[in-house]
């Protein structure tokens, strides 16, 4: 069996299921879980992991002693990342921006560079700075780079670093990412490669950078030939979600961030698909109780499978459910036409496809995939003029490439359950994408995302 | 105490010897020694090096089973850097650059990039290159790089990612640095950020490179502010380090690297001292076997410091000894105009003047610095021209600056005591600066390298 992969529960199973050895020498919840109960997430497992997560809340409020809520403000949620010594608290809540205390007690010298873009900064920047100066002796630097996926660039990342000397901030200082996903992978590779590793924190602007790209320390920038080819795994000294900046997020971007959410429900948590699946047109209008529910479970579950293997040797590849196909789709057209939400929305319909042409689920999973991201109005097939030897060629640049063998994380067995493997008949991959460069689709239709 | 300083022994000492725990948790040798000994290192701890050193040796030798040396050449050193499950070994021999077998032992994937220059290519690339290939399944690519420091440049450093990618390099891809310092720091660099972490093997082909930069995992590139300030601490797999690729090197830069070697001794080592002033000129003739002797106590000592404090939080900031000084007259005259040995030189010959006018050294360290450094044919005053400015400006974006406070490495006590600290009068270092940009010098001569 392919390390990394998740015991498949179809009835084609002919490998043994992994141990928990498999990965990282700790039991992981959800296979320990599998082996007692044949595959199925049962409503009691369901229990646990709650009992779990709230546990672990308790222990690091009490550890962390969070802000008390602002008067009319909902109570913080508190998701720990249990690395070691390199664990950090995830902080969501309302109006956390502004209380600066909570950032200036995980910064670590005297000096603080906040990273931002031109979107952002108008919003934000000045009364962000301006709390932290007022929080003590902390020297504030800032830079404003240009907005958008296409400028996740190193020659970008180099303004952060030219900023950062200029300013003469030694390896004390603390990077501070203020902006969405691109701002933040950038920032962490800057901060860890500043004077070979200072130090950083995420503040989060849009939900896909919430329950995904600032959880887990996965950095980087884009290289012409491939998305996050040059980056580095550096964890932040803490995470601040604040559900206020969400309220001046453009529609669809906000609506592209929900694309990550299913994700966490197709390949680990039924009941999150299903919560996802009445509830998802509140996340669309904002409703902060619910948009708190989802990316606490969302970060939560991210959280136990980084802890799990930080580096991406087994099951954190999982994470990157449609990823595959979605990097190509952005690569082929140009990074930031399409939002990477968006771009993973139609790769994930195409790996369930895949998953299903494959035998390894029902139909069912299919179709309820694609209602629910058609209702979060994220795209189902790739854009039109998309070749299939695009989808060759940029697929075989992924980082899940071993020694010249594509891997690829599909569904296998009921919701809620995953595999990544390289170990499928390739006939199976052309067949979809051929199906869907025709734009014949998973479910026959040729619907096109209303990004185009 | 400052964090990282070295017990000082001067009669002017008025602060607690640190315990042995102000370091990484593992005794210190030198500082266990100092203090059943009274800061003097005697013949009986000299003799309880080597004896360590050999066993060390004896152990990695029967574990790595190293290469049966060729007729007629000296048997092969092994030095262990113990990091834990990052540890490494450094192999010092003749003959081993064809030896693919060594290499390739340590190859994780089956994809091999080898990185190296304009210079050193058509010397040794296609014959390291073959080997590899007949060694078994590699698939071994190459990229070549403009030669020099002026080159140690993200700009330079994107030829290595376009190549990886271009060449469809994984993430367990091999990047080999075959070539000197800027090589090995650029190779380093470039495969730490390669899809986050490829890995990579060190073939040092420069007396600098064997002695320093090879070893330790400090890799990076310069930015016009500064030197190495964009970088990572990664280690490689191996480092191959074969006296044959001495040959070939050009006399300045063979002399420079005896500037680190005086380093070593300086701070660390006096019988290393005694043996130079006996033999810096077998070492300027190429004698292979005082060569093999020199890098392999440089090796030692540096895994020793390195094993301790790998993230330089303390007692690897003594490495530094003459870089703060040697960087400020590299940046301020463009890189590559000096050779970094060269800068040092002039740098410790400073550092020395400084210690000495703080009362820390008695005026022989001084002299004998000069004189051997002279020997070597190194520079010992800065170039002509260089302001006082230009030192309080480079110097100020030191790595070594915490919070605004400039720290350095200085002499204090016997030889082969030294310390790390921002706790000097400021008054004594702009009198050391203005001694030497005014070509008083230490000694009151003003000879000017030959490098000019």
């Known amino acids: 069996m392919v390390a990394g992969e998740l015991g498949p529960c179809s009835a084609t199973l002919d490998r043994p299921v992994p141990t928990v050895a498999s990965f990282s020498g700790r039991p992981h919840p959800l296979l320990v879980h599998r082996n007692k109960s044949g595959c199925r997430v049962s409503a009691a497992s369901q229990q646990t992991r709650r009992v779990r997560a709230a546990t672990v809340q308790a ?72 709390g932290l100066r007022e929080q003590g002796a902390f020297k504030v630097e800032s830079v404003i780079l240009p907005d958008g996926e296409e400028h996740k660039s190193l020659q970008v990342l180099q303004q952060v670093w030219d900023k950062a000397l200029e300013s003469r901030l030694d390896r004390k200082a603390t990077f501070v990412a203020l902006g969405g996903g691109v701002i933040g992978d950038m920032t962490g590779f800057a901060a860890a490669a500043y004077q070979r590793g200072a130090s950083f924190i995420q503040v989060p602007t849009t939900v896909m950078a919430m329950v995904d790209s600032s959880v887990g320390g996965k950095t980087g920038v884009n290289h012409p030939l491939g998305k996050n080819m040059i980056g580095a795994f550096y964890q932040p000294r803490c995470v601040l979600a604040d559900m206020e900046t969400l309220k001046s997020l453009p529609d669809r971007e906000l609506a592209s961030g929900i694309s990550e959410i299913v994700k966490y429900g197709l390949i680990f948590d039924p009941e999150l ?180």
Chains 1, 2 share one sequence.
């Open 59 to 130: 222990q690091v409020a009490s550890a962390e002693a969070p802000a008390i809520p602002k008067p009319g403000t909902l109570p913080p949620k508190i998701v720990n990342v249990d690395l070691g010594d390199r664990s950090y608290p995830i902080y969501i809540g309302e109006a956390l921006l502004n209380d600066a205390e909570i950032v200036s007690r995980h910064v670590q010298g005297s000096q603080i560079l906040v990273v931002t873009n031109t979107t952002v900064a108008p919003l934000y920047l000045e009364s962000f700075v301006k």
């Open 273 to 452: 698909f299903n919560w996802l699946e009445e509830n998802v047109e509140k996340l669309l209008n904002r409703d902060s109780k619910a948009m708190m529910h989802a990316i606490d479970r969302s970060c939560a579950i991210k959280a136990d499978i980084v802890a799990l293997d930080e580096r991406e040797g087994g099951v954190r590849a999982t994470l990157n459910l449609g990823h595959t196909f979605g990097h190509a789709i952005e690569a082929a057209q140009g990074y930031g036409v399409w939002l990477h939400g968006e771009a993973v929305a139609a790769g994930m319909v195409m790996a369930a496809d895949m998953s299903f042409r494959l035998g390894w689920i029902e139909p069912e999973i299919c179709k309820r995939t694609v209602e629910l991201l058609k209702r979060a109005k994220q795209p189902i097939t790739p854009p039109k003029g998309m070749t299939a030897e695009q989808f060759r060629s940029f697929m075989s640049v992924d980082k899940k490439v071993q020694d010249g063998k594509l891997r690829l994380v599909l569904l296998r067995g009921p919701l809620g359950n995953c595999t990544v493997t390289g170990d499928f008949d390739p006939q199976i991959l052309e067949d979809t994408i051929s199906a869907f460069v025709a734009h014949e689709g998973i479910s026959g239709s040729s619907d096109l995302p209303n990004t185009q």
